[in-house]
């Protein structure tokens, strides 16, 4: 089992940064592919930027492109996602998430974005509300 916990959520105004972080513990051998999703209230669970196990790849939505960095240090088992000039648009419950699918870190480094669903651990989601 993996376990995953995200921080470093809040609210902030327009054109503010936040950075959120991700700490991986158990059986962290198996995720080769991480990436951060979000949802904000009554919508579906939106890819946000994905990276692969080296953290040579990386996969970004394309309405964060250029604004947020997504990271990763497997020596620390952390995540990492660097949101600058953050907008109202860009409010939700963040989530931290994980595949062992080659498929999906296959996809991700001919710069493909993923689905929900192809991610088998999460957690439990750090808030972001950015106020205009």
């Known amino acids: 089992q993996v376990q995953l916990v995200e921080s470093g959520g809040g609210l902030v105004q327009a054109g503010g940064s936040l950075r959120l972080s991700c700490a991986a513990s158990?059986?962290?051998?198996?995720?080769?592919?991480m990436g951060w999703f979000r949802q904000a209230p009554g919508q579906e669970r939106d890819f946000v930027a994905g990276?692969?196990?080296?953290?040579?790849?990386?996969v970004y939505a394309d309405s964060v492109k250029g604004r947020f960095t997504i990271s990763r240090d497997n020596a620390k088992n952390m995540l990492w996602l660097q949101m600058n000039s953050l907008k109202p648009e860009d409010t939700g419950l963040y989530y931290c998430?994980?595949?062992?699918?080659?498929?999906?870190?296959?996809?991700?480094?001919?710069?493909?974005?993923?689905?929900?669903?192809?991610?088998?651990?999460w957690g439990q989601g750090t808030q972001v509300t950015v106020s205009s």
């Open positions: 158990g059986r962290t051998s198996s995720i080769y592919t």
């Open positions: 990276i692969t196990q080296s953290g040579g790849s990386t």
């Open positions: 998430a994980g595949t062992s699918s080659l498929r999906v870190a296959a996809n991700l480094r001919i710069g493909k974005k993923a689905r929900s669903d192809e991610y088998a651990n």
